[in-house]
């Protein structure tokens, strides 16, 4: 049994919140690099332009490259021969939260209730997922999600014979509604299969993978660069002022479902989509 | 600091703005913005309805005034402001039409808008810019001062008065409805 202190796991939230708001990762600026050379609209180059030189400024001050600093989203992969001593591991999450969004002058951005609409003041409670896996690692991402493209994010129960043509058009659908409240361009989460639950999950954790990498799952390559193209198509452009990247990447993750469903998530990342991973 | 790479002109305006510059400006057309222009986004939105409704003066003069749909990140030491850009303007659509009707001529935010408010801009000579969003460590650069002037509780919601040079805007909704939320991407669109 492997033990972990607490407190060791709040300085790491706290550092990641921090690293994530200000640091773009490289995948995604080097995607912003291709996409500057193949964008046919002026007014879309020079958007993206803007967005590198935001992401440079950001890194060089250390300043959230965007004002919405998110909530602030939790993946935590642990080993099942690890144990925390000291503060419950949740409490232990949310007071990094708390540490890294003052310290780093990172906005506050979480209500108490979602009728009552009270700042929490410290952008807490965070949103955990925990994933058990074998073994003592134990490892930390932590992924601030703007609402302008959580907002526009869908979820929806097709029936077995929609397929994955029937995937392909509410991907497309999604995308095509989102339009520039989403910040083009985007990347798109997609979790197909498992229950409802199960699907959403998938689509936020399909946001982490490199922008630029091939799906695991050789099946799913032609599916996410088709997908992609046709997204592409639509004309929504960088700031959705018009052009030919309107997303930069499809990132699809499948589960094992039931025989008579096919449950189906699309998370839209903006183009600040970020996270920062760490270990103990 | 965007009028690089593109040939069409930079509208320099100054607020407050006049109802002929209003009235000049077209769907597409680049503006750098200076002057004092006032954040408020969701909560703010609704207070200043609740306001307006009972008959209470808004917490600054609307004529010829810009409203930024913002809530920028707290200011480091040493700095005016933090991050600062536009959010999503359609969320202030129930809002806005009766804003617009109590003289609110000048919005800038992201994102497309409801019929109604198209209508209330085309009937009432007003203009929605649309500002990049998420490019908001460069846009910060452009905010000379901010200070808070009403809803403070409201903690990045509250109402800020920004004192802006240069802001770089698009004008996404003109005064006769055009939209380039529609047009721009209509020009890419491949069947």
Do not use: W
């Amino acid at each position: 049994m492997r033990k972990i202190e607490a407190h060791r796991i709040t300085d790491l939230v706290e550092q990641l919140c921090i690293e994530a708001c200000c640091v773009i990762p490289v995948d995604l600026e080097n995607g912003f690099k291709s996409c500057l050379q193949q964008e046919r609209s002026p007014r879309g180059k020079q958007v993206l332009t803007t967005m590198l030189e935001n992401a440079r400024i950001a890194r060089d001050e250390r300043v959230p490259m965007c004002q919405d600093t998110g909530m602030t989203v939790i993946f935590v992969t642990m080993g099942q021969d690890v144990h925390v001593t000291g503060d419950f591991i949740e409490d232990a999450i949310n007071k990094g939260v708390r540490q890294g969004y003052v310290k780093g002058y990172l906005r506050k951005s979480v209500v108490s209730d979602p009728f009552r609409r009270e700042n929490t003041g410290d952008n807490t409670p965070a949103v955990i997922h925990y994933e058990m896996v074998p073994g003592d690692v134990f490892k930390v991402t932590v992924s601030p999600k703007g609402f302008g493209s959580e907002n526009k994010s869908a979820l929806r129960m097709l029936t077995p014979s929609e397929g994955i043509e029937g995937v392909k058009r509410f991907v497309i659908d999604t995308v095509s509604a989102a339009g520039a409240s989403a910040c083009p361009p985007i990347i798109v989460g997609v979790g197909i299969g498992g229950t409802m639950e199960r699907a959403a999950y998938l689509s936020k954790k399909a946001l982490l993978r490199p922008v630029g990498s091939d799906n695991d799952d050789e099946s799913l390559v032609t599916f996410e660069k088709e997908t992609l193209i046709d997204i592409n198509k639509l004309g929504i452009g960088p700031a959705g002022l018009g052009g030919n990247t309107t997303a930069l990447a499809v990132h699809v993750i499948t589960y094992a479902t039931h025989i008579a469903g096919l449950p189906v998530a699309v998370n839209i990342g903006c183009h600040a989509t970020r996270h920062a991973s760490g270990e103990l | 600091m965007q009028n690089k790479s593109n040939n069409s002109a930079i509208h320099k305006l100054h607020t407050p703005i006049s109802d002929e510059a209003i009235l000049s400006l077209k769907t597409g057309d680049m503006v750098s913005l200076s002057g004092i222009i006032y954040t408020a986004r969701d909560a703010a939105h609704a207070r200043l309805v609740e306001m307006a409704s009972r008959g209470e003066a808004m917490p600054f003069e609307f004529k010829g005034q810009a409203v930024f749909y913002a809530g920028p990140a707290p200011a480091k030491p040493g700095k005016q402001i933090g991050s600062v850009g536009p959010t999503t303007g359609g969320r202030m659509d129930t809002y806005s039409p009766y804003l617009i009707e109590r003289g609110l001529k000048i919005m800038i935010g992201k994102g497309g808008r409801s019929v109604d408010v198209v209508d209330a801009i085309k009937q009432h000579g007003g203009i929605y810019f649309a500002a990049t969003g998420g490019i908001a460590a460069l846009m910060a650069r452009c905010v000379e001062s901010s200070e808070v002037i009403a809803f403070d509780e409201l903690g990045p919601e509250a109402i800020r008065k920004l004192r802006v040079v240069e802001l770089p805007v698009i004008v996404a909704i003109d005064h006769q409805g055009n939209n380039i939320y529609e047009t721009g991407p209509k020009e890419y669109l491949e069947q």
